[in-house]
């Protein structure tokens, strides 16, 4: 079974969501957790997150969780939220750096924008535009 790391700077947003879009449509095929770069441990994931999900009929049980040496060892594969976040897991974890991606690299390519964008403080409009992105990539992720 493939384990999937979805990683974002606070845990709370993106990566959470990733995390539970990716359960809800593998139903057991493969196994996603999340963690931040810069987390509060155990903190809620976002109000807006939780209400997006659940319009989507998925559920997020989620305490938040600050990334450790041993997620990576875990995962498979490891997507990013952005760029950056990907440049400072390699930097820090260079061995593995070869199951290191963004998500939108790894299903789209390196061209273009690779980043998605952090829905913190916004409205739920721009909860439900992220989730609708992540959704699309995470539908179209073929792990090898």
Request: hydrophobic share 40%.
């Amino acid at each position: 079974m493939k384990n999937v790391l979805f990683v974002c700077t606070g845990n709370t947003c993106r990566s959470p969501m990733a995390e539970a879009i990716f359960n809800h449509l593998q139903a057991g095929n493969a196994f996603a957790r999340s963690a931040g770069l810069f987390s509060v441990e155990g903190s809620r994931a976002a109000e807006n997150a939780l209400k997006v999900l659940a319009e989507n009929k998925m559920h997020l049980n989620h305490r938040s969780k600050q990334l450790v040496e041993d997620d990576l060892n875990w995962a498979s594969y490891v997507f990013t939220m952005t760029r950056a976040h990907k440049e400072m897991l390699m930097d820090k974890y260079p061995a593995a750096a070869d199951k290191i991606f963004t998500l939108k690299e790894y299903v789209e390519g390196p061209e273009g924008n690779i980043d998605i964008d952090d829905p913190f403080g916004g409205d739920i409009h721009t909860y439900r535009e992220t989730f609708k992105e992540m959704k699309e990539l995470i539908e179209r992720l073929s792990l090898d």
